[in-house]
């Protein structure tokens, strides 16, 4: 392909996976306790999304990768201080919440929107990259629903591995059940996938990438606009951690065989 | 407000029966609708129907309806979601559910923005309580469980597996209203080439088993004399995995190292994954070694009923009310016993 892929990739921040969360109700629904002083991470399967795209043009000439995120414009600027690192890329920030419980399809509007009119998007280059899941809400809607507002009929989701064909053609392969993946090939862009893992580690740091990305992120930064979410018709009756807290029988005193022998009864047991 | 149910399913990819998940939440929508008082239509995609259509004839749906073809054969999302769009305008519900399988994940959600309705996926229950729906799902992958209502209609609900007692009834001779669709070429711009799977003995992820068995890093790490013995843990795991018929899940830190080429368990791929930015699947038994127990670990168990864990650690996370039993002992140690006991029960019962 002359002209490369334009990516566009959907992506937001997420509460690191470490902290302990604890809902509270807000006057806009509900919320995470202490949510902007929680450590954020770019979501993981939209950070895989990233990685790939990143790898896909840097080997196909003329390509592009954009970021879209949505947001709060301090800790997305706090996450990128390191996402900036990993691969070049242009951000597209919306300020506005990344909580879990927003509607996933306000948000999908707000970010249909924004893609829309991205200067100079050829729509026929355009492959809608983004993880299949995100972290907080864990639909798996978003994408699905920005495609559909894009008009884009080709999707996939839980890809992990895009492989370009000499004919301009994408063979993917899908997660299905099983630990099995449907393998399909598509005629080309424009086309949508939800990555899961992917096939690629996570890129190390590169201060030179950083420093160049960071050159069209702050004033990215600067420029989101602040989004107005409305939740249409939806309330949540209640949100709640895990009630269930085992009583843990600790077994220190048995021998390695002991032990065997245990489990293979409790294995036994119907 | 006046409900309607039109409740969704495929055929599975063999294309002569129907997904497990099909009978389970054909089950919770046959509940709810009762519960509602509210008719339910059941409309099927697959390139053979009649064959479910007789498989769920006396579930006492209002009617049946389908749509049929070589088209509607394997899961493609122009087409799935062209099929079930059809099938939702000959209806109108108000209410669509479905399984949330990857077929039906992939296409329905869009279903959503061409009927001006809403969606919501992993619904782990659906009930009506005074006229009110409300659904039940997890949040901040399996870290809060919160309870939804909406007022927009069509409300799509998918639902996950294992979470309703499935739907059984004898089959009959299933009459089904045949809806026709014809795609646009736009529309068959993808085709699906087939399935890639390990092979048979070599599939490690099992999801009908009744016991999971969780790797941790520990696994890869030095051991009481000095040095790391992958080979060793490699092989433990999969003579386990061979006696038990165990699916085998790993931590994300273990699967990390496979992916980096590090000299560890090269069975194990992000597929078998779980935690927080893996899996959770559902097994009525886990048995977890080597791996800490610490939060994102645990999110992977969030539906495994009875967990035991064997960890060195008397401190670890699993000790704080997450496993049922934490034997403080060497996995290595302990799993080699458990293959031999298990071997030589296999070998009794020849």
Known sequence: ?270 | MTESILYLAHTDESGTALPKAVFETLGGALELAKQLGAPLDIGLIGENVQFAADLLANAGARRVLGVAGADFAKPRFASDAAAAEAVCRATSPSLILAPGTSRFSRALPSLAQRLHGQVDTHITSVEAQEGKISATRWFYRQRLEGVLERDVRPWILLLDSGCHEPWSGAPGCGQWGKVAVALPPEAMRTTVMGIRAPKTDAQTIRPDSGLLFVAGAGWTKKQPDGKAHPEKAESLILDFLHASGASLGGSKSLVDQSGENQAVLGFMTHMNQVGQTGYTPRHPKGLSTCCHGEEPHVVGWRFINERRAINLDPNCGWARGKADVLYVADAFQVMEKVNTLLATSVAASK
């Open chain 1, 1 to 270: 392909m002359s002209t490369g892929y334009q990516i566009v990739v959907c992506g937001s921040i997420v509460p690191d996976p470490l902290q302990t969360l604890e809902p509270i109700e807000t006057p806009a629904g509900p919320g995470l306790k202490n949510e902007m002083l929680l450590p954020a991470v770019l979501d993981p399967w939209a950070g895989h999304a990233l990685y790939e795209a990143a790898n896909i043009a840097s080997r196909v000439p003329g390509s592009k990768v954009w970021l879209v995120s949505l947001g709060a414009k301090a800790k997305l600027q706090q996450v990128m201080m390191t996402i900036a690192q990993k691969v070049s890329f242009e951000l597209l920030a919306i300020d506005g919440p990344a909580s879990g419980f927003v509607d996933a399809h306000v948000v999908a509007a707000i970010l249909a929107e924004a893609i829309g009119v991205i200067p100079d998007l050829d729509r026929s280059r355009l492959l809608l990259f983004g993880g299949w899941e995100s972290a907080s809400r864990g639909a798996g809607v978003t994408l699905q629903l920005i495609g559909e507002h894009l008009g884009i009929l080709d999707q996939f989701q839980g890809v992990d591995q895009v492989n370009v064909q000499a004919d301009g053609s994408l063979e993917i392969l899908e997660r299905i059940e099983g630990g099995r993946h449907q393998v399909s090939t598509c005629l080309g862009p424009p086309a949508l996938l939800g990555w899961a893992t992917g096939s690629l580690p996570e890129p190390r740091n590169n201060p030179q990438i950083g420093m160049v990305n960071m050159r069209t992120i702050m004033p990215a930064l600067q420029r989101a606009k602040a989004a107005v979410l409305v939740q249409d018709g939806l309330r949540y009756r209640s949100v709640s951690p895990p009630k269930q807290q085992r009583q843990t029988r600790i077994v220190k005193d048995l021998s390695a065989e002991e032990v065997a022998r245990e489990i293979v009864e409790w294995i036994a047991q119907k």
